[in-house]
C-alpha cells in the first residue's frame, strides 16, 4: 500500500533534480559569469556534502516552523510533497549540473561543434542538434544510480516528513523484527532498481547506436 506514495515522492524529487540539475549544468557550461558559475559550485559542493536527514530537518525548521510556508507533516496536499522532493533532490542537482556542465564544455570544443558552426548554424540551433545530444548521454546512464538512491534515501525522509509510504513500513518491519516484511521489500526493491536500470542501457542505446555495437564487441570477446 505504501509503494505508490513512495513512487509518488520518488517522482517528484527524480523531475525536479533532472530538470534543475540539468538547467544548472547548461547554464553554467554556456555563461562567462563566474557569479553564475560560483553559484552553481556553491550549490554542487552543498548537495554533496550536506546528508539528505539534513537538509530535511533545515527545510522543515526554515520552511515550515518558521516562515510556515509549507506544510511538512504527510501528504495531504500537492504542497506537501515540496520539502521531501527538495529534501531528495539536493545531491541529484548537485551530482547532475557537475556532469552537465563538465560533458557539455568538453563537447563545444569538439571539432564537429566547430565545423556546425562553420555552416552557419545558430547557436540554439547547435546546441540543441549536436551538443546536448552527447552531453545528456552520461546523464541518462546516471538515471539507474539516480533512482535507486532516491528509492533508499526516501525511508529516511519518509520517516522524518511521516509520510506513509515503502520507507515508513520497512522501518516498521525493522522494529517489529517482521523479517518477512523486510525480505519482500528488499526483493521489491531490487527488482525495481534492475528494471530500470535495463531501461536506461536501451535509452543510452537508442540515443547513441555506438552503445550497442559496444556491448556486441564485449560479448564477441567474452
Known sequence: S???VTIRVGGSAFLFAMATGIFLGITSALSKSRLLGGFVQV?????VSLPSFIVALLLMIVFGVWLG????VGLATPKHYILPAIA???YPIAYISKLVRSN???VM?????????AKGL????VILRHALKNAMLPVVTYTGPLIAFLMTGSFV???IFSIPGIGMEFVKSITNRDYAAIMGLTIYMGSLIVVCNIICDFVCALIDPRQTGQLEGGRRER
Not at 43 to 47: D, I, K, N, W, Y
Request: hydrophobic share 40%.
Open 69 to 72: 510556508w509549507l506544510p511538512f
Open 109 to 117: 570544443r569538439q571539432d564537429y561543434i566547430r565545423m556546425a558552426k
Open 43 to 47: 550549490v554542487s559542493t552543498l548537495g
Open 157 to 159: 525522509i519518509e520517516s
Open 122 to 125: 545558430s547557436k540554439s540551433k
Open 2 to 4: 505504501g509503494a505508490p
Open 104 to 106: 557539455l564544455s568538453e
Open 88 to 90: 531528495l533532490a539536493l
